[in-house]
């Protein structure tokens, strides 16, 4: 493996078609402003390197990044790429990832709206990330202990899992399909409204409007806090081990929950059993029908 050391690169396509290199304490910069450093490139290894240009891998097959830092300006980092590695890396550039396949992440720093578009097969360990539309039209995904801030998460997302997460999202999970989130707290508005399969377990799920219009939803063992007009239109097995404030016009189902503020059903076509365990001595367990 020829290693290239110490150099700083600027003009286009600087290491085109490469194969079998090893790029150490480089930075991909200067006032050439070229692009797509590493096109077409195969079997590349990146460490303590440098990136401010713009689309520096696009068509690579196996790539290793270690320890680098892609700034803002490095926008559409990684695109038509499989079988990459990215350890302790800062990702900071719109559209970082997109139509990738075989990626494996951890101890990463993601900024990056529309990052992760279209990518198959990711696994995720121990990373934070800010973003918008954040992993849109992807599948295969296997997240761990990785924290998420952003509007518009895991939107149309398929066969996919996460364990020990923390994600402060709105509009999470719509039309998600045959997805489990596992020991994980999901905060936002409007959780998981159109989804499909999709399976919360031993969650603590917080805000306003969640889990509207789903099929074959199942919460199980989840914290509910603030959760208002939940459930409407949805097929749903739940159980719920804190009071929920109001539960809307559930299409089929059963959820058991210690206590509801306020059931709601202004409609007709809505057979979801509401069991209240444990009735609030301030609401009764009563029934109120919306005009």
Known sequence: MKTIQNKTFDEE?????SKDILVSDCAFDGPADGESAFKECENVQIE???????????????????NSEMTELC???????????????KLHGIKALRECSKVNMRGCD???????????????????AESEYFMMRSDN??????????KY???YIEDSAFENCVFDTKDAFWHAKNTVIRNSVVKGEYLAWYCENVTFENCKIIGTQPLCYCKGLKIINCEMIDCDLAFERSEVQATVTTPVLSIKN????????????????????TDGEIVE????KKHNSQTCVCA
Request: proline content about 4%; aromatic content about 12%.
């Open 13 to 17: 396509r600087a290491l085109y078609g």
């Open 110 to 128: 993601i900024v990056s709206p529309e990052f992760g578009w279209s990518v198959n097969d990711i696994n995720m360990e121990d990373c934070d």
């Open 277 to 280: 365990t444990e009735k609030s």
């Open 250 to 269: 559930p299409l089929s189902g059963r959820i058991v929950v210690p206590s509801v503020g306020e059931i709601i059903r202004d409609i007709t076509n």
């Open 153 to 155: 998460s895991f939107q």
């Open 75 to 89: 926008r559409a980092a990684l695109w038509y790429s499989d079988n990459i590695e990215i350890t302790d890396t």
């Open 48 to 66: 303590h390197s440098f990136f401010n240009l713009r689309y520096p891998f696009w068509h690579n097959h196996g790539l290793k990044i270690h």
């Open 141 to 150: 995904l296997h997240f761990s202990n990785v924290r998420m801030k952003g």
